[in-house]
T-cell receptor
Framework: DVKVTQSSRYLVKRTGEKVFLECVQDMDHENMFWYRQDPGLGLRLIYFSYDVKMKEKGDIPEGYSVSREKKERFSLILESASTNQTSMYLC?????????????FGSGTRLTVV | AQTVTQSQPEMSVQEAETVTLSCTYDTSESDYYLFWYKQPPSRQMILVIRQEAYKQQNATENRFSVNFQKAAKSFSLKISDSQLGDAAMYFCAYPSGYALNFGKGTSLLVTP
C-alpha cells in the first residue's frame, strides 16, 4: 500500500516555539503539499513543492516555511508558533502536476499552540 | 480567483436511502478533473471518485456516482444505499494552478 506518513498525530507546543511537521511518502511522487484544515473553512493550501528543493507559496503561507531536501520528505516549519496556528495540518502527495491523478493524504497532525 | 462551492454544510440520510451532495465550481478552462474526497472521523482523506471534464459519461464507483453538468459547472455526488460507514466530511476539489482547491465540505450524518 502506498503511504504518506506524518510523524505526529497530535502535538502541543508553546507560543513562540519553532515547530517542525514532518511528512514522508514512499511513492516516488514529485509533488507534495501542505494544507491546514479548520472547521467551516475547508482545506487551505499553505505551500507545495513540485521537485526537490523547489517550493511555492500557496494561499496562506504567512508564518510558515517549508523544506524539501529529499524527494520523499516535505517538512512544514512554523518559525514562531502562535495560537492562531492551532489547526489540523494535512500533507499530501501526487504523481502529476496540479494533482490531476488525485492526492494521497497523510492522516493529519492536530497541532495545539498554547 | 477560481472557487469551489459546497452549499450544504450538513446533510442527513437514513440508512439504505440515497443522498446527493452539491458542488459548484468556477473555471475558464475547458479540460480538467474534478474530485470528491471523504474524511471519516479517523481523519484519513480518501478519494471517492474522479470525473474527467472531457468525458460525457458520469463517473461511477459502486454506490457512488456523480452528476456532472459541465455547462452549469456543477458536480454533485450521489450516494446510493447509504451505510453507517458513509458518515464523514465530504470535500469537492478542483485543480487550480499547481494544486487542488477544496470546498469547505459537507458533513454527512447517516441515521439507522
Amino acid at each position: 500500500d502506498v503511504k504518506v506518513t506524518q510523524s505526529s498525530r497530535y502535538l502541543v507546543k508553546r507560543t513562540g516555539e519553532k515547530v517542525f511537521l514532518e511528512c514522508v511518502q514512499d511513492m516516488d511522487h514529485e509533488n507534495m503539499f501542505w494544507y491546514r484544515q479548520d472547521p467551516g473553512l475547508g482545506l487551505r493550501l499553505i505551500y507545495f513543492s513540485y521537485d526537490v528543493k523547489m517550493k511555492e507559496k500557496g494561499d496562506i503561507p504567512e508564518g510558515y516555511s517549508v523544506s524539501r531536501e529529499k524527494k520523499e520528505r516535505f517538512s512544514l516549519i512554523l518559525e514562531s508558533a502562535s495560537t492562531n496556528q492551532t489547526s489540523m495540518y494535512l500533507c499530501a502527495s501526487s504523481p502529476q502536476v496540479r494533482g490531476l491523478g488525485g492526492y494521497t493524504f497523510g492522516s493529519g497532525t492536530r497541532l495545539t499552540v498554547v | 480567483a477560481q472557487t469551489v462551492t459546497q452549499s450544504q454544510p450538513e446533510m442527513s440520510v437514513q440508512e439504505a436511502e440515497t443522498v446527493t451532495l452539491s458542488c459548484t465550481y468556477d473555471t475558464s478552462e475547458s479540460d480538467y478533473y474534478l474530485f470528491w474526497y471523504k474524511q471519516p472521523p479517523s481523519r484519513q482523506m480518501i478519494l471517492v471518485i474522479r470525473q474527467e471534464a472531457y468525458k460525457q459519461q458520469n463517473a461511477t464507483e459502486n454506490r457512488f456516482s456523480v452528476n456532472f453538468q459541465k455547462a452549469a459547472k456543477s458536480f454533485s455526488l450521489k450516494i446510493s444505499d447509504s451505510q453507517l460507514g458513509d458518515a464523514a466530511m465530504y470535500f469537492c476539489a478542483y485543480p487550480s494552478g499547481y494544486a487542488l482547491n477544496f470546498g469547505k465540505g459537507t458533513s454527512l450524518l447517516v441515521t439507522p
